[in-house]
Each structure stands twice: as C-alpha cells, then as structure tokens.
C-alpha cells in the first residue's frame, strides 16, 4: 500500500519534457511509481484531475539563514511553491562567526539577514547545521559558505592582504565548512570585505574548492557600467580554480547600460561555456532589487566596520567628497546613484522610531520632506540608523529579464533578504508564482515546461542537489496547482501578501500546504554537500 496516490494529474517531470497525464505515488517520503494508471491502494488520495503535478520549486538563491530559526520560517516560501532553498549567498553568509569577530559580522549583516533570537550559539559551518537539524524546519534548507564573512572571521572589515597567518585561517574555514557539508562557496565582490581582494587575492584564498569540485556562486563586482570586465573577472578565477561558475542574479544596471549590456554578457558567458567551462546563472523576476544602503557608497567608505563608516559619514569633509563622487559614473567602483538616482532608491528598513514614517519612501522624496540634499540625507540617516538601512533600487528593465528568461542557462531565483521589520521587496512573497503568472500565463515569455525546468531541475544542477525532478526514487517535493489558479498580490507599496492557487505543496511526502493552508508539518531536511 502506498502512503499517498495523486490521481490524474498533468504530470511536468522538471526536465523540460511535455507533461503527460499520470499517477503518481508516493512511499516513505519518496516517489515510488509514475504511471498512466496505478491501481495499488494508498492511505491518502489526491484528485488532480484539471491540475499539473510538478517538482516543488527550488530557490537557491535566499539570504534566511537566521530566519529559519524563527517559528514563523517557512510560510513565505512554502506558500509560493517552494520546498528547497539555499541560504548564505552574496559572501554573507552567517558563518563563520567566531567570538572574535561574532558582533561585527552579526551587525553588518543584519539588513540583509535581520535578527532573530537565537536557541543556541554558533561558531562554524558544522555547528551551524547541526544545530539547523535540530529545528522542525517545513522545508529542505542547505548552505553556501560566504567567503566574505570568512574574510571577516580572521581579518574583521580592515582592508589590505592578508598576513600568511590570516591566510592559513582563511583557508582552513573554507575547508572545514566544505567539510561540513556546505554546498558551495559564494562570494559578494562588491560588499565589504571582499572588494579589497583582486583576481589574484581570490585564487589564493579560494585554493581549498579545488578538493571539493563545489560551484563557485557569486554577486559579481559591478553590474551596470563595470558589468563586462565584472564577468570576465570571474570567469578568469573560476578557470584558474578550475570549478563550476554560477553567476548570481545576472542583471545590467542602469538605463545607459539596458539592451546591449545584457546582449553582450550573454555572448561572454556563452564564449566560455564553448571553452569548456561549466557556466550558469541565475535571474529574479523584478526591475528591482534589494540590499544593505550602504551598497551605495565607494569601497574606501566601507572600510573597518560600521563604527569607521559612520565616522566618514559624520565628517564634512568627507561628505563633501561623497557627494561629488556620487554625481557621475566612476571606473573603480559601481556607481549606483550616477546609474539610477536618487528618485530610485527606497529606504525599505529602518530602526529608530523617529524614521518610520520614512519607510518605503524614496531619497528624493526623504531629502525634500527634511529640507536637505539628497547625499546630506542619506549620510544623517546611515549616521544615525548605525547603517542599519536596507534598501529597495529599481535597477533593470523588463525586457532584460525576459532576454535573460528565455537563455537556457537560466535558473530563477528571488534573492529574498530578511531584514527586521520595514517594508521587504516582494519578491520574498511571490517570485515563483510569478513566473507562472505573469511571464506564463499572461505574457507567454516561457513555456510552463520550461518555467518549471527553471525552477527545479536546473537550478538543483547547480549543486547536483538529488531534487528537481519527478521520477521513481526521488524525494517526494511536488506541487499541485491549476495554472488560471495562480494569483500573486504583492506590491512594492503592500508586499506581506501571500500567493495563492497552490492546491498541495508536499515537502519529503508530507502535505505542508493545503489549499494555500498552512499544515505545519516538519518535513524539511539539511541537505549537506
């Protein structure tokens, strides 16, 4: 007898094929037979007649590696379809946090992964999914290793080389992460510490991957006026490390830069994928993104922590000198107020009580409400906020993201950040339904089969993670749902609005949701490399 038959589904396998009209059955957690009619009975019975029957959606590309310790964790993903993601991407991920460096690393990551009450202290990547195992997590989590918050756990945020002793450090965190089950090693070349490391500075600190043939994940150094030379940047490391490339929320920058930036970053990736290289990337489905605020400032203003880096903001003089470099492109650093302005920036978090009535709002808007030049406002309230600010930036175009949809490279990601409070981006709500909604149903940019292929097989390549796809002995993650079904609601203005139309989502052959309900089952599982 089976644990769990889905009856007359359309049948989307995950690997680009047409779906087929099948059963399929579910045993012990795992698929145990797809057929055109199975027979055999089964405790539980689901009708799928009108409905497709997928993979469960895979997101390798999340920032909640606290907050998957919170009880709320997992509504936000398992509403949208999810039953996979990976967190500690961006260089940033939570550990290694060793007491020396534990405050600092926690303090500048909190925009991005925002702050959680933590059931017990962590120090390594092995005590990190040790003590994730020991959560009811309702969906499968694994774990990059962040090689900028490896840096910060021997060298803090002070820039220059590293001494052969941080080095040694360096690496031995690398290695033991991966040896604790880490899936990959990503990297943010564009946050701080990182963007104090050249090609050079990277291969060196990066060697111990090599034993691992793990992918190399990365936010590359620019992505609008520098996105070219970014690309070829990191290609030149993957190759002299020799490892797989992925390419992190590949988008351009900046009106200047729309159309052709994205055409020709295509034909590099391409060029080397001909090389030989292993060469994969990954898009989310929004003219917008999100991160820390500070991501707007020079690499010298970034540099020791945030105490330096509210002292730079203080100083007159200094201020006078951001404020004229913030005005037109820059050839050292991604420019990100002379690509977009102000109008286009959105402080989406903030802390002190006095500054709520400015979330969601833009620093055009900020600036004219308090009276001050844009620059003058945003230094006074990363001042003030201790850089505690995460953003919203409209960035890119439509018709860049539908470009980068239809390459089969692609995967899709959300690129969701958890910061404390605030107005998030929506994309940590409905990036997964709406692909199916919008670029779907409504503007028909992909295929549903290929739409599923991005959102499962492919991206579990990525990792060679055993998920992705529906066939005999794979994990039971599968979604049912009726395409017209599919409704996202989440705004930049109202984005804590569920998706809904998922009529099952299963995690490991147990229903997690049902009917857009909630079941509260702990089926997830730590994947380790």
Known sequence: MYDLVIRDGTVIDGSGAPGIRADLAIKNGKIAQISRQISESAQQAIDAGGRY??????????????????????????????????????????????????????RFLQPVIGEAALPADFSTMGEYLSLAEQMPLPLNVGMDIGNGTVRAAVKGYQTGRLTREELAAA???????????????????????????????????????????????????????????????????????????????????????????????????AKARASGMDVSYDVYPYTAGSTQLIQILPPDYLEGGVEEMVR???????????????????????????????GNIRMSTLTLPENQKYVGKSVSE?????????????????????????????????????????????SVISDSVYPT????????????????????????????????????????????LKK?????????????????????????????????????VLVNGEIAVNHDRMTHKPAGKVLRR
Not at 367 to 392: F, H, N, R, W, Y
């Open 53 to 106: 029957v997928t993979p469960g959606f895979i997101d390798i590309h999340r920032h909640a590696d606290i907050n998957l310790f919170l009880p709320s964790f997992g509504e936000a993903e398992l509403r949208q379809g999810l039953t996979t993601i990976v967190n500690g991407n961006c260089g940033l991920s939570v550990v290694p946090c060793p007491p020396a460096h534990r405050a600092e690393i926690f």
């Open 421 to 464: 409070g605030g107005v998030p981006h929506p994309r940590l709500y409905d990036t997964f339904p709406r692909i199916l909604q919008t670029y779907v149903r409504e503007r028909g940019v992909l295929t549903l089969e290929q739409a599923i292929h991005k959102m499962t097989a492919l991206p579990a390549c990525v990792y060679h």
């Open 171 to 269: 690496r031995r965190f690398l290695h033991d992460s991966l040896e604790a089950g880490a899936l990959g090693v990503s990297l943010g070349i564009v946050y701080a510490p990182e963007n104090c490391y050249d090609a050079d500075g990277f291969v060196e600190v990066l060697r111990p991957m090599k034993e691992f043939g793990v992918p190399l994940v990365t936010h590359i150094r620019g992505e609008g006026d520098l996105f070219h030379q970014s690309l070829y940047e990191v290609i030149d490391i993957a190759r002299r490390l020799e490892v797989p490339l992925h390419v992190s929320h590949l988008k351009c920058i900046g009106k200047r830069n729309w159309g052709h930036g994205v055409k020709k970053a295509l034909e590099i990736l």
């Open 312 to 342: 730079r903001l203080k100083d007159p003089a200094k201020r006078r000198e951001l404020a004229e470099i913030l005005r037109q492109p820059q050839d050292y650093f991604e420019n990100l107020v002379s690509s977009i302005g102000w």
């Open 468 to 504: 992705g796809l529906l066939q005999e002995g794979a994990d039971a993650d599968v979604n049912v749902f009726a395409l017209e079904n599919i409704q996202t609601d989440a705004t930049y203005e109202d984005p804590k609005r569920f998706a809904t139309g998922f009529d099952y």
């Open 366 to 410: 900020i600036a004219a409400t308090q009276g001050k030049d844009p620059c003058e406002c945003v230094c006074d309230m990363l001042a003030d906020e201790q850089c505690k600010i995460s953003m919203v930036d409209f960035i890119t175009s439509e018709d860049d993201i539908c470009t980068i949809l239809r390459d089969p490279y692609s």
